[in-house]
């Protein structure tokens, strides 16, 4: 994988998919995701929090269930609703239901008290572009709370 840093720990392959932790040189970056060379691949910025690691991996398995159109995809930390990359939530939204189902039943829950994606995400402690992929899969079923 092409990337601005070094191969810092674990590595871990899923079918035909690797995951690695990697150290960047840019402070905002926190993940890579490339089709080239095959297998697929994501460097995930070391050190992130626990939920955030995971947020890349499931928006790895996103990407690699639906490839993007350029075949690779930089993903950065996103701190407002302006800030949100589409890209990134259509493809947490074809993930996190089958690989974080305890996220989104906590999201649903979270939905009863707040209908702002920044409260629950902070109530929650997720990333904002995690509830709103999770918000975006619970409209399209009908599932939002009502309020």
């Not at 998919?17 to 840019?26: K, R, V, Y």
């Not at 996103?78 to 974080?100: F, G, P, T």
């Amino acid at each position: 994988m092409s990337a601005n840093g070094r191969t810092a720990g674990r590595r871990v392959a899923v079918n035909r998919l690797e995951i690695d932790e990697f150290l960047f040189s840019n402070p905002e970056l926190e993940a890579a995701y490339t089709e080239h060379p095959w297998p697929a691949g994501m460097a995930i910025k070391k050190g992130l929090r626990h939920s955030s690691h995971r947020a890349r991996e499931v928006e790895a398995h996103g990407h690699y269930r639906r490839p993007p159109l350029t075949g690779r995809k930089f993903c950065y930390a996103c701190k407002s609703l302006e800030e949100v990359d589409l890209v990134s939530v259509n493809a947490i939204r074809r993930a996190v239901d089958e690989m974080e189902p305890a996220w989104v039943e906590a999201v649903r829950d979270a939905a009863r008290m707040f209908n702002q994606p920044d409260l629950i995400a902070g109530w929650c402690e997720l990333d904002l572009q995690v509830v709103v992929a999770i918000l975006m899969n619970l409209e399209a079923r009908g599932e939002l709370p009502e309020g």
